[in-house]
């Protein structure tokens, strides 16, 4: 028999909040940061803004390419190990002095990529009385700053290790906000501000494959501009996707 060609779910701009599943209970509206929120890769951006400031060995720069060849073949990594890498960087040097470097680095190379209609679409839910949250695997500072400018009122984002001394280490605090642990840190952020029982992840927008897990335990799932493994997900499972 001739194969019929499958063709992509409709795209659509945005589709506005729905009906919460659960009455009474806190609406989650959670979103990715990298690829979803904004145009681009921030670690990615990163990594090229302190080579260009002669910032990072060049074994680690090495290294780090390394792994980003072997994370684009999917191939498994240890996601605390690059962060560590390129936290080389910052190693001994006082929060505050790294907070500020890279909220300057958002304001240099990441605040134009920031997607109006991500901007839009969180304005949107914070009006409805839902909660937004930023989830994203890369640093702390970078997202902190982000909330300075745009309508999410909490994020969950990747937190490098102090020192007693107030400086910064290369160890990641926990695990990295990437992949199912997207999903697991919503949980606990959940449960920990409203209580079990009290919230449903209402919303999840997400671009990666990476982001199947925290979308599929959302009640509305939309994939933006998705990979093609998300697409093909998307597809199977019937999701809303935005082309943003």
């Known amino acids: 028999m001739p194969q019929i060609a499958q063709q992509p779910p409709e795209q659509v701009p945005f589709a506005g909040p729905a009906e919460s599943s659960r009455e009474g ?15 681009g890769n921030s670690p990615v951006l990163l990594v090229q803004h302190l080579m260009r400031r002669k910032m990072l ?36 040097h006082p929060v505050a002095e790294v907070d500020k470097f890279l909220a300057d ?17 969180m304005r949107t839910h914070a009006e409805a009385g839902d909660i937004v949250v930023v989830i ?11 909330m300075e400018h745009h309508p999410f009122e909490h994020q ?9 001394d107030g400086t910064y280490t290369c160890d990641v605090e926990g695990l990295p906000v990437e992949g199912e642990e997207k999903l697991a840190a919503v949980q606990r952020f959940g449960d920990e501000r409203y209580g079990a029982g009290n919230w449903e992840l209402a919303y999840a927008y997400g671009d990666h494959h990476s982001d199947r897990a ?20 998307a597809r199977e499972e019937s999701w809303e996707v935005l082309d943003w």
């Open 136 to 146: 994203s695997a890369t640093f702390e500072p970078i997202i902190l700053r982000a």
């Open 25 to 39: 209970s806190a609406r989650l509206a959670v979103f990715d940061f990298d690829g979803t929120s904004i145009a």
């Open 57 to 92: 060995k060049k074994r680690v720069i090495f290294r780090i390419l390394l792994w980003a060849a072997a994370y684009k073949l999917r191939l498994p990594q240890n996601e605390s190990w690059v962060r560590g890498l390129v936290f080389t960087a910052f190693e001994g």
């Open 214 to 233: 925290v979308l599929a335990a959302a009640v509305h799932p939309r994939a933006v501009n998705p990979d093609r493994p998300l697409a093909r997900t």
């Open 105 to 121: 680095f958002y304001d240099e190379r990441i605040s134009m990529l920031f997607r109006p209609e991500a901007d839009q679409a």
């Open 156 to 164: 969950i984002s990747t937190r490098m290790r102090a020192a007693a």
